[in-house]
């Protein structure tokens, strides 16, 4: 049996791999790719030890959770990371990512920067009246630094968010010694500038891991098999609280007289914004056959 161990980081076909002897530099053994299987940051896996810091990666323990983009496993927590200036706020864009975690079985949170230039109650309202965790930080003022570390304890977490919304910089400032690399917004493009290249963890003082992603600016449905009309609902943990109400099994909880989703968004049991996010990502979808859906979800 192999020396167990956690990987960091992924480059190059390089992994970082911290285990309870050290931290050593592997190489994937070639029957990965023969069996289609990418390791990725977070994975806990079987490594041999070759010579000093170096080893041979040599199997991918069973995975919790996986998302594709970025590539990463075994997640506790999953911070949207959003913006209140620029980049301006995108709440579909938001409410994918979160259904994407909700989908795998991570606990989203939902952790708008920048909020010293704009206000951020309302976009917080809808996440705080569906039960999932959210709230304000800036990693130049220092606020809400604490409630960013206090979740992070212990935990396996990752950062994603659009491009420019901050999310090294708030990285930074919870996690002093990070020194992580940030940037800018371009002001030809209205966009942030990729300062992040790749998936990294970093060991946190408290305990657990946090790694800082990629920005991005869309968010490709298929990529993060959120293609099943059936289970996509249940991304939206406040309308799917409703959805055996319905009057009819077939419901889509778009249009239908009888759905019990619908009465509950015009009741205010649900924020009307999470339900258009809902019935945007349903339209996106709504053409992909059920034999379709099975091959993806495989």
Same mark, same amino acid.
């Given at each position: 049996?192999?020396?167990?161990?956690?990987?960091?980081?992924?480059?190059?076909?390089?992994?970082?791999?911290?285990?309870?002897?050290?931290?050593?530099?592997?190489?994937?053994?070639?029957?990965?790719?023969?069996?289609?299987?990418?390791?990725?940051?977070?994975?806990?896996?079987?490594?041999?030890?070759?010579?000093?810091?170096?080893?041979?990666?040599?199997?991918?323990?069973?995975?919790?959770?996986?998302?594709?983009?970025?590539?990463?496993?075994?997640? !506790?927590?999953?911070?949207?990371?959003?913006?209140?200036?620029?980049?301006?706020?995108?709440?579909?864009?938001? !409410?994918?990512?979160?259904?994407?975690?909700?989908?795998?079985?991570?606990?989203?949170?939902? @952790?708008?920067?920048?909020?010293?230039?704009?206000?951020?109650?309302?976009? @917080?309202?809808?996440?705080?009246?569906?039960?999932?965790?959210?709230?304000?930080?800036?990693?130049?003022?220092?606020?809400?630094?604490?409630?960013?570390?206090?979740?992070?304890?212990?935990?396996?977490?990752?950062?994603?968010?659009?491009?420019?919304?901050?999310?090294?910089?708030?990285?930074?400032?919870?996690?002093?010694?990070?020194? @992580?690399?940030?940037?800018?917004?371009?002001?030809?493009?209205?966009?942030?500038?990729?300062?992040?290249?790749?998936?990294?963890?970093?060991?946190?003082?408290?305990?657990?891991?946090?790694?800082?992603?990629?920005?991005?600016?869309?968010?490709?449905?298929?990529?993060?098999?959120?293609?099943?009309?059936?289970? @996509?609902?249940?991304?939206?943990?406040?309308?799917?609280?409703?959805?055996?109400?319905?009057?009819?099994?077939?419901?889509?909880?778009?249009?239908?007289?009888?759905?019990?989703?619908?009465?509950?968004?015009?009741?205010?049991?649900?924020?009307?914004?999470?339900?258009?996010?809902?019935?945007?990502?349903?339209?996106?979808?709504?053409?992909?056959?059920?034999?379709?859906?099975?091959?993806?979800?495989?």
């Amino acid at each position: 049996m192999g020396l167990e161990g956690f990987v960091r980081k992924c480059l190059g076909g390089f992994y970082t791999v911290e285990t309870a002897q050290g931290v050593y530099t592997c190489r994937a053994r070639g029957r990965f790719r023969k069996e289609g299987i990418s390791p990725c940051a977070g994975d806990r896996v079987e490594i041999s030890l070759e010579s000093g810091e170096t080893g041979a990666l040599t199997a991918i323990l069973p995975r919790k959770n996986y998302l594709p983009r970025p590539p990463v496993a075994n997640l !506790d927590r999953l911070f949207v990371v959003v913006s209140m200036a620029e980049p301006a706020a995108n709440r579909l864009l938001i !409410d994918k990512a979160v259904a994407a975690a909700e989908l795998a079985g991570i606990e989203p949170v939902v @952790l708008v920067t920048k909020a010293d230039l704009a206000q951020a109650e309302e976009l @917080l309202a809808a996440y705080q009246r569906a039960g999932i965790l959210c709230g304000a930080a800036s990693g130049q003022t220092g606020e809400g630094l604490e409630f960013v570390r206090s979740l992070t304890a212990g935990k396996v977490s990752a950062f994603i968010g659009n491009s420019g919304v901050g999310k090294s910089t708030l990285l930074n400032g919870a996690f002093p010694g990070l020194e @992580l690399e940030t940037g800018g917004i371009s002001q030809k493009l209205g966009r942030g500038r990729h300062t992040t290249r790749q998936v990294e963890f970093y060991p946190l003082e408290e305990g657990g891991y946090a790694a800082d992603t990629p920005g991005f600016s869309t968010f490709d449905l298929e990529r993060y098999r959120l293609t099943d009309r059936e289970r @996509l609902i249940f991304g939206f943990r406040e309308l799917a609280a409703h959805v055996g109400e319905c009057q009819f099994t077939s419901c889509t909880h778009t249009v239908e007289k009888g759905c019990a989703v619908l009465a509950a968004v015009r009741a205010g049991k649900a924020a009307r914004s999470r339900w258009e996010s809902y019935a945007a990502m349903y339209q996106e979808i709504r053409d992909v056959k059920i034999w379709e859906q099975k091959n993806r979800r495989a």
